[in-house]
């Protein structure tokens, strides 16, 4: 079965511009989560959506969005880009919402920005 | 203080120790616990949920301590493969992880 896929693997922007992450959950499960993770630091979380809703936001600015598909299927988008999104972001898929369902993680999408 | 800390290391051990790690989590009131192994550039992989009543899963071993407030992982006979960073994850509320920042382990031959 396949597990939690991302695209694009790498990316390299330039401050100000905007960027586009995606991401397809394991099937069967609905919710989808977002993590940032910069060098040295464990996964910060960013949003969740469970049926096409956001469920929580972590502490992050308005220039992150995201949203979910009918498919489940998520994007996360990024406005304004600072050299401080720099990071490898994370996707993870669980069957649903509640914290007490184990999240599996995509490869990520490493994000550089110059 | 952090919600979820743990000691960074890195812990060398040579192969076949036991090593064991500690997270510390500061709400109480946090229900679920996890283990996380995250080998270099890689995404985080689960390991293993950690239940009240502990959990073993063939050389590891999870266990939680909500008086004092701590979850803890322990390895016995380690291998070279077990080189890696162990995240803890902690629950907030209904749907947020908290992730530690991680303990690396280097188990030298």
């Known amino acids: 079965d396949a597990g939690v896929t991302q695209s694009p693997t790498h990316l390299i922007k330039t401050r100000g511009q905007h960027v586009t992450l995606r991401c397809s959950p394991i099937s069967g499960h609905k919710s989808v989560s977002w993590y940032q993770q910069v060098l040295g630091q464990g996964p910060q979380f960013i949003f969740q959506?469970?049926?096409?809703?956001?469920?929580g936001r972590g502490n992050f600015p308005d220039r992150f969005s995201a949203r979910q598909f009918p498919n489940y299927s998520s994007e996360l988008n990024v406005n304004a880009l600072l050299l401080g999104d720099s990071a490898l972001y994370l996707c993870?898929?669980?069957?649903?919402?509640?914290?007490?369902?184990?999240?599996?993680f995509g490869p990520g999408t490493r994000l550089t920005v110059l | 203080r952090k919600e979820v800390e743990q000691d960074p290391g890195p812990f060398n051990v040579p192969e076949g120790a036991t090593v064991a790690f500690n997270c510390t989590y500061s709400n109480s009131a946090s229900q679920s616990f996890f283990w996380y192994r995250q080998d270099c550039r890689k995404e985080p992989k689960l390991l293993m949920s950690?239940?009240?009543s502990g959990n073993e899963d063939g050389r590891f071993t999870a266990q939680l301590n909500r008086a004092s407030q701590y979850i803890s992982l322990l390895i016995r006979d380690s291998k070279l493969s077990d080189s890696a960073t162990y995240l803890c994850v902690v629950t907030s509320g209904t749907y947020k992880y908290i992730f530690g920042t991680g303990t690396r382990l280097k188990v030298l031959a």
């Open positions: 959506y469970y049926e096409k809703e956001e469920r």
């Open positions: 950690v239940y009240s």
């Open positions: 993870a898929s669980s069957l649903a919402w509640a914290s007490y369902n184990e999240q599996f």
